[in-house]
């Protein structure tokens, strides 16, 4: 693997620090201000168009969808992507400003490999454009939904429609004006094999029978405007022509999402684990305590050593994982994203929880980024899947792999 970023990347990565550092770095306050706000719940920031427009007038837009997706993508591989979504993650309500956010790319990636013209013209297009936000809905209260086909939603068809029926929550993205497509996870084939019962249909956020059950906080949290609920379909009626790649394929088409999701996850993580870090030693360097600078101790200099090492590991293997995927395919690196899923978000939690012990009582405000970086990781140490399913299948896929070799 090359570790060398191409010229082409190296321009990009210039572009893009260049348009953090005059846009997103001094508009934290506001927009933190304005999110956190419980007057203004629900409202998008006011100034978010704006950088929207500079980002897509810089060349900074869609960078996430990979080179494969053709006439739809900006032409970058994984491996490319890899240290901008790290810059965009230092700050993580940037992400949306370059059209890069989740779940929105996630979705763009599904309708991008698996929908029919039509439906990328009517739901694709206008995601691209960052003229609509969107959810992807599959997990579910009433069953552990870590296991995709545990989802008991149903989706039945009737004539020409689809009727779906059932609860979810953890609906990222929902309560945001701008959404207006669902992309809605449920069974259809109950017959089938267990991995072929699931089917991934379109339902656009206003059709009659769903509605809101309650918001959902992450560690008090509303995470507006987006935020997170618990829904409930009821009789929920949509054309046939809604359906995604076609009966039976749900399970296939949210493997397939996952993937790319969870790197690009990973990808921020270490951003925000190198951002804390540097506040951290800045921290350090200034501030003296019984006499002595923090830095001069050695068990500070430890931490911020330590912290550096799991970063660069970190940063390494999200690197090979997404050069693996653009060599070889989302399905035969699935080992790989699943360790880079397990360490990243753990490691991202630990550099910030040193951070915060090195910051005192100032560590655990809002007064730097460096708690909701903690916060934000430890939720992601479940998002896209818990750590235990990861290193589950993990280990039962190394263990079968190491068993068909020939002893040594």
């Known amino acids: 693997m090359d570790f060398e970023h191409s010229a082409k990347v190296k321009a990009l990565i210039e572009k893009l620090e260049a348009f953090m550092d005059e846009h997103i770095y001094p508009n934290e306050k506001a927009h933190n201000d304005w999110v956190n706000d419980p007057a203004r719940l629900w409202q998008p920031w006011p100034k978010v168009e704006e950088l929207k427009a500079k980002a897509k007038a810089a060349g900074l837009w869609n960078l996430f969808l990979p080179h494969e997706y053709g006439k739809f993508s900006p032409g970058l591989t994984n491996l490319e992507y890899a240290p901008l979504a790290e810059i965009m993650g230092r700050s993580p309500w940037s992400s949306e400003v370059f059209n890069c956010a989740a779940p929105d790319t996630g979705n763009m990636e599904v309708l991008a490999k698996y929908g029919t013209p039509e439906q990328q013209r009517q739901w694709l297009v206008p995601l691209l454009d ?217 490691m991202a939690q630990t550099v910030a929880d040193r951070a915060i012990q090195a910051h005192g009582g100032m560590g655990v405000s809002d007064d730097t980024e460096i708690a909701y970086f903690f916060a934000l990781n430890r939720f992601l140490r479940i998002a896209d899947g818990p750590d235990e399913v990861h290193m589950s299948q993990l280990g039962k896929m190394k263990i079968q792999e190491y068993n068909a070799l020939k002893p040594r």
């Open 130 to 346: 960052g003229e609509i936000r969107s959810a992807y809905v599959m997990t579910e209260p009433a069953v552990a939904s870590s296991d995709a086909t545990n989802v008991s939603t149903t989706i039945v068809r009737d004539g020409d429609d689809y009727v779906i029926n059932g609860r979810k929550w953890w609906i990222s993205g929902v309560m945001d004006p701008r959404c207006k497509l669902l992309l809605v996870m449920g069974r259809t084939l109950p017959e089938n094999p267990r991995h072929e019962q699931h089917s991934t249909i379109i339902v656009p956020r206003d059709t009659p029978g769903v509605s809101i059950v309650r918001n959902q906080t992450v560690f008090g949290r509303m995470h507006s405007p987006g935020g997170e609920a618990e829904m409930l379909f009821e009789n929920v009626r949509v054309p046939a022509s809604s359906m995604i790649l076609g009966e039976g394929r749900g399970f296939e088409i949210a493997q397939g999402r996952l993937g790319p999701g969870r790197i690009h996850h990973c990808m921020r993580s270490i951003g925000q684990a190198q951002r804390a870090l540097e506040i951290m030693a800045r921290r350090v360097e200034n501030r003296v305590a019984f006499g002595r600078k923090l830095a001069d101790q050695s068990s500070i200099r430890q931490e911020v050593a330590r912290s550096y090492c799991e970063i660069e590991q970190a940063r390494l293997l999200t690197l090979k994982a997404a050069d693996q995927m653009d060599r070889y395919g989302n399905k035969k690196a699935k080992d790989i994203i699943a360790a880079i899923k397990v360490v990243a978000p753990q």
